[in-house]
């Protein structure tokens, strides 16, 4: 379960960075959905790590460089990309996994026009008030939300 607050934070920071009224964001970020979002969405995601350190990540440089082990004094790489909110649309979850030994950590990242959804504004309840419902994009793997189709209600 979404609470309504997380949804209406998606359309408050939209606002707050691009200046747009409440209708305007809500209408902007309902709209990201097309444009090649979705095939975006699917790419900032399905990656295969790099063989080395030695080349650019293969996420498209969007990671922080990966911390040294404390264990075995390697470095850890980037491994893996996956949505880290159930709301923030542009909130992701970084997985590195050392080179040397088993030692793996994750970090949550925001990345600024790389949603791995939609945040689309509904009429709920009596008192019919808008609320931010994220619809994930197809073919994007969500942990913590199903797969849904666009524009299914
Ligand atoms: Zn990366
Ligand atoms: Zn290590």
Redesign the pocket.
């Known amino acids: 379960m979404t609470t309504n607050r997380g949804r209406k934070d998606v359309i408050r920071n939209r606002m707050t960075s691009t200046g747009e009224s409440y209708n305007v964001a809500a209408r902007n970020l309902k709209a990201m959905k097309d444009m090649g979002a979705t095939r975006e969405a699917v790419v900032t995601q399905r990656w295969q790590p790099a063989e080395t350190l030695d080349v650019p990540c293969p996420c498209g440089g969007t990671c922080e460089p990966g911390e040294k ?1 404390d ?2 004094h ?1 470095r850890h790489r980037h491994v893996a990309r996956y949505p880290g909110s159930r709301t923030e649309v542009e909130t992701w979850v970084d997985c590195y996994d ?1 080179m ?2 088993s ?1 793996s950590y994750t970090i949550t990242v925001v990345l600024p026009g790389r949603p791995w959804g939609v945040a689309e504004t509904v009429i709920q309840g009596a008192s019919a008030e808008p609320v931010i419902r994220a619809t994930v994009f197809p073919g994007v793997k969500h942990p913590l939300l199903r797969p849904e189709t666009p524009d299914e209600d």
């Open positions: 082990c264990h075995c390697a050392c040397g030994c030692s």
